[in-house]
């Protein structure tokens, strides 16, 4: 079973930053990809950017170029670096790890930490 806890949400002006840090517990081994995730009020959760085992990344169109994503393996902790933010990158930022157990894909969330961004 694998654990994850983020933090770094907050209120931030529109043009800042913030850096989100999700730690991962319990069984690193089974953790495959992880990623960001997002859910804005009244909108449906959407993809922010994930990074596989070896680093490579892939990010959503509205956030490339502005965030990135990182992960320190020796750590056992995924970030996001989040610059040059806008008022629509306000949400619920939750972390997600892609787990194998006993052979099967098991997907593992965090509890979320929310980001608002003041226009």
């Known amino acids: 079973q694998v654990q994850l806890v983020e933090s770094g949400g907050g209120l931030v002006q529109a043009g800042g930053s913030l850096r989100l840090s999700c730690a991962a517990s319990?069984?690193?081994?089974?953790?495959?990809?992880m990623g960001w995730y997002r859910q804005g009020p009244g909108n449906q959760r959407e993809l922010v950017a994930t990074?596989?085992?070896?680093?490579?990344?892939n990010y959503a169109d509205s956030v490339r170029g502005r965030f990135t994503i990182s992960r320190d393996n020796a750590k056992h902790t995924l970030f996001l670096q989040m610059n040059s933010l806008k008022a629509e990158d306000t949400a619920v930022y939750s972390c997600n790890a892609d787990t194998v157990v006993a052979g099967n894909n098991i997907k593992v969330w965090g509890q979320g930490t929310l980001v608002t961004v003041s226009s």
């Open positions: 319990g069984v690193i081994a089974s953790i495959k990809a």
């Open positions: 990074i596989t085992s070896t680093g490579n990344t």
